[in-house]
């Protein structure tokens, strides 16, 4: 078989539409019988019915073969893991062989052999004789089977290549994964219909073509039935949007079969560069969708499915970009049923050919022309029907060349409803959107002005400027982060040309392990891999909710909220929807504790509502308004979430104040003041109302996020050496407060902090620490953190602390963190990323009680707890590395360096840059509770 062919397939049938059939099917999912050779070159004489396959492997369908033991997953996000050389492929060249034996009913007559997906180059055989082949991983194809079925028994025999001429179409950012990975049908459905369903003014207008015989399309709910193909009738309906998903049932009647679908009315137009749905103005809140499980890949079960996109709309996403290849067909049901926006984008993908200059770019080659419009057409033929599907894309990375052109120009003929999407070109020549990935904030502004930088064609450059912008790709959400996304969203939402964006993405593809409990790239012994760039995702691989989840949650929020006295405003944030389906609850807290909650009466159109009066009494008192679900959605229950404003009615007092202090006594070696004591030689704190503890001491080191790390930060720290400060004490002064001054640097080099520490006691017996912190010499970059650490016993379990929460916030991020009395063990304080590093900071805390003490900032001071160091928590590699010391890390700190994007993207916007500077931090510490 010629594997270096360009040609997509042979003995195929025309793509058409994925639709629900009365004919009958034979589900042919299940255990098969399997086989890996290294080769392509293996003999061919399994495809006989009567060949002997006992000695085979039992192996799923759907699923990948390495995920159940044969050969091992490789990840890389653009280079390709075989020499760049099309249409030629390695001998080294792993090969399925499947096969599967049916029996067919009685009665039984015709029938096509259909194939959801199957990675990469499919060949298949029923009953000894070749049907065909396919390429297009992620797209249907199908086979006549009516001449080769037999009463009774069938064998079905299927060979998968790992590598093809094709492979070089698919260099998406994801695990290499071969095998038949979705469902394999034998249907005698041969329906094909394409529904048009426009909105305008209140009314929609409905017609749709029909392949074969006479047919007609009947739609109970608005009274039509008999349509005919290409006739066209305007009824009273209801449009479909992503807040409003409203559907219809329809079925579409042949003499053979009779299909069912669900209609959605709705148009989409761009209008004096802005885009539109049914007239309005579309914001896109939404995510980039790869479809992965830990356990079974691109082989994902419909519950999954199901529970993403649940996951999205209760982190109010309204919107989903599929990345880089059409999904599960059952996936674009669940958008239509519980309304998000998609683009669905082409199975195309050739970045790795940028490393070599995008010399020899499939993209450009003529000779792979007929493959890419073949992809183009099984997706827009396959998913035609859905009005969750605003656009279409034509691939993703894939740089710029003649076949787009032959792509656009078919899809612009076939479906001139739907925009074209392409982002891999920046003149837009065959887009009707102009799409960028990881632009900057200020890039981002300036496009949204109409200010972008020309094009060096005037015609191109007038045409885009007439384009609404969005960003495909923004706000890398790998590891800890993303940060700017508040900025980013305000910026959407200030310019019409702006439509919003996509964030980089939506689940860590982390697989499941047994030694590192998830992987990623190298962790299967690849010689080429891209590390942990696959482990990006706004949920963890069991798709448990990252922060980054959470703070976009309360980015995308549908509602505002603005607080003057005695009143809030509530603000209207949805596109589509009223309020109606909301209710709102005020609750006052004081210090963390309730004292007033009740109800809000609020017009389904938003607008001012009064808030309930507080008692007086001593603490920081805060109002917080919740917008819940007021009933079940299909979506989320009653008392879900949505939404939530805060603002700050009575601050707190100096939480310095305790009265006369008594002096510190020098006893022996130590100096002591009651059950607390300080080395006298060092002045370093050594017990703590009885607490054995060390420090606190000046700290300038975190451990490197992903940001850290790629952005190149981590790089000038480990250059400066921040990660290995040497402490000097140059005096412990005692009068009737101890005075310790210390220079704290890193070796080879003149740069260097001053730090003083003040310790005096109130006269209540709190202990009181002011620390000066000034930098000697020109500090160029920023730095990781500035504050003190210290370790405690390993006793301490856990800590109640009032302040921002619950989860953990850096300067850029936190959005989701509101002020309150939180609790949690130091287990629960970790954030646990799949690759470790810097988590759980709580920022803004006001006081912390660890049950043996209490510490108090003078305002407020940042809180991180954890059973190992820094030191450990940098060198881990995966989550399994990460095990409980003797004893507790406590970091007490008065700023982070913000966390940005610079994995993908920019780095933190400066206002969020932790510059060296000169800082005073105040913590008083009181005997704890226990």
């Not at 003529?366 to 605003?390: F, G």
């Not at 020549?429 to 109409?450: C, F, K, P, W």
């Not at 603005?562 to 004081?590: K, M």
């Not at 003078?858 to 003797?886: C, I, K, N, Y």
Request: net charge negative; glycine share 10%.
């Amino acid at each position: 078989m010629d594997l270096e062919t360009f040609t997509p397939g042979s003995g195929r049938l025309e793509p058409r539409a994925a639709l629900r059939s009365d004919a009958p099917a034979l589900d042919l999912n299940g255990t098969w019988r399997f086989r890996l050779s290294p080769t392509a070159k293996a003999p061919e004489d399994f495809a006989r019915p009567d060949y002997d396959d006992t000695a085979w492997d039992d192996l799923p369908v759907p699923s990948h073969w390495p995920l159940h033991g044969h050969g091992a997953p490789a990840y890389t996000n653009v280079s390709y893991p075989f020499p760049i050389d099309p249409p030629h492929v390695p001998g080294e060249n792993p090969t399925g062989d499947y096969r599967r034996a049916f029996d067919l009913p009685e009665g039984w007559t015709g029938g096509r052999l259909r194939f959801d997906g199957a990675d990469s180059f499919t060949r298949v055989w029923l009953n000894g004789h070749e049907l065909g082949f396919s390429t297009g991983s992620r797209l249907p194809f199908e086979f006549d089977a009516g001449a080769w079925l037999r009463p009774g028994r069938n064998v079905l025999a299927v060979r998968v290549y790992q590598w093809s001429a094709a492979s070089y179409l698919e260099d998406q950012d994801m695990w290499w994964l071969p095998g038949i990975f979705r469902d394999v049908t034998l249907t005698r459905s041969a329906a094909d219909v394409f529904v048009h369903a426009s909105y305008e003014d209140g009314r929609g207008t409905l017609s749709f073509e029909s392949s074969g015989g006479p047919v007609t399309l009947s739609v109970p709910g608005l009274g039509v039935s008999g349509l005919q193909p290409g006739a066209e009738i305007t009824v009273e309906a209801e449009p479909w949007t992503a807040e409003t998903p409203r559907l219809y049932d329809a079925v579409v009647t042949s003499p053979e079969e009779t299909v069912s679908l669900r209609i959605g009315f709705r148009t989409i137009s761009i209008q004096d560069g802005v885009l539109l749905a049914n007239g309005r103005p579309l914001l896109l809140k939404g995510v980039n969708r790869h479809e992965f499980h830990p356990e079974h890949g691109r082989a994902v079960p419909y519950e999954t499915m199901r529970e993403d996109v649940l996951l999205m709309k209760r982190h109010n996403v309204n919107a989903v970009r599929t990345s880089h290849y059409p999904p599960h067909p059952d996936f674009l049901d669940l958008c239509d049923e519980l309304g998000l926006w998609v683009i669905d984008e082409c199975d195309l993908e050739t970045h790795g050919f940028g490393q070599v200059g995008w010399r020899a770019n499939p993209t450009d080659d003529p000779h792979y022309a007929d493959a890419l419009l073949d992809r183009m057409r099984r997706m827009v033929e396959r998913d035609k029907n859905h009005p969750s599907i605003i656009m279409w894309s034509l691939g993703n990375e894939a740089g710029v060349g003649r076949n787009l052109a032959v792509m656009a120009d078919w899809a612009r003929e076939r479906d001139p409803s739907r925009p074209l999407h392409y982002e891999g070109d920046r003149s837009c020549a065959h887009t009707d959107v102009y799409s960028r990935m990881y632009a900057s904030h200020a890039e981002v502004e300036a496009i949204g002005r109409l200010a972008e930088d020309p094009l060096d064609d005037p015609e191109l450059d007038a045409r885009r400027r007439a384009m609404p912008f969005l960003q495909c790709e923004y706000a890398h959400a790998m590891g800890n982060g993303p940060g700017g996304l508040a900025e980013y969203q305000e910026l959407f939402a200030r310019y019409p040309r702006l439509a919003g964006g996509f964030i980089w993405e939506w689940i860590d593809h982390g697989l499941a392990h047994p030694a590192y409990e998830y992987a990623y790239g190298g962790d299967y012994g690849e010689p080429v891999h891209d590390g942990n760039f696959v482990i990006d995702g706004l949920v963890f691989p069991d798709r448990t909710p990252s922060p980054g989840l959470l703070d976009l949650k309360k980015v995308f929020e549908p509602v505002t909220f603005e607080f003057a006295d005695g009143v809030v405003r509530v603000v209207n944030g949805y596109d589509f929807a009223d309020l109606a389906h909301l209710a709102f609850v005020a609750t006052v807290q004081a210090e963390g504790e309730t004292v007033v909650e009740q109800r809000l009466d609020l017009p389904a159109g938003g607008g001012e509502a009064k808030v309930p009066d507080a008692p007086g009494g001593a603490g920081e008192r805060w109002l917080t308004v919740r917008a819940v679900l007021a009933a079940d959605q299909p979506w989320g229950p009653a008392g879900h979430e949505v939404a939530w404003g805060q603002t700050l009615l009575a601050p707190a007092p100096s939480r310095r104040e305790g009265g006369a202090a008594p002096g510190l006594v020098r006893d022996a070696g130590d100096i002591v003041a009651g059950d607390s004591a300080f080395d006298a030689g060092s002045g370093r704190l050594v017990r703590l109302f009885g607490l054995e503890v060390e420090g606190p001491r000046l700290d300038l080191w975190r451990a490197p996020t992903d940001n850290d790390r790629y952005g190149g930060l981590e790089g000038k720290w480990r250059a400066l050496g921040l990660h290995r400060l040497t402490h000097r004490v140059d005096a412990v002064e005692l009068d009737d407060a101890l005075t310790v001054r210390t220079r704290v640097a890193p070796a080879a080099t003149d740069l260097g902090m001053r730090a003083t520490y003040r310790w005096s006691v109130s006269g209540d017996g709190a202990l009181l620490m002011s620390l000066d912190i000034e930098p000697e010499g020109e500090w160029a970059d920023p730095i990781p953190r500035l504050g003190v650490t210290m370790s405690l016993p390993r006793s301490i379990g856990g800590v109640t602390w009032f302040g921002p929460g619950p989860g953990e916030a850096y300067p850029d991020t936190g959005l989701a963190a509101r002020v309150g009395r939180w609790t949690a063990t130091i287990e629960e304080l970790q954030t646990p990323y799949v690759y470790p590093q810097e988590n759980g900071h709580r920022a803004g805390v006001r006081w912390a009680d660890f049950g043996a003490f209490t510490v108090s900032g003078d305002p407020v001071f940042g809180m991180t707890a954890r059973r190992w160091s820094t030191g450990e928590l940098a060198a881990a590699q995966h989550r399994p590395d990460l095990v409980p010391g003797d004893r507790v890390h406590l970091h007490l700190d008065l700023a982070h360096q913000g966390i940005g994007t610079a994995t993908c993207g920019p780095g933190a916007l400066p206002q969020y840059d932790l510059k060296a500077h000169r800082a005073t931090l105040n913590l008083r510490f009181d005997r704890g509770t226990a």
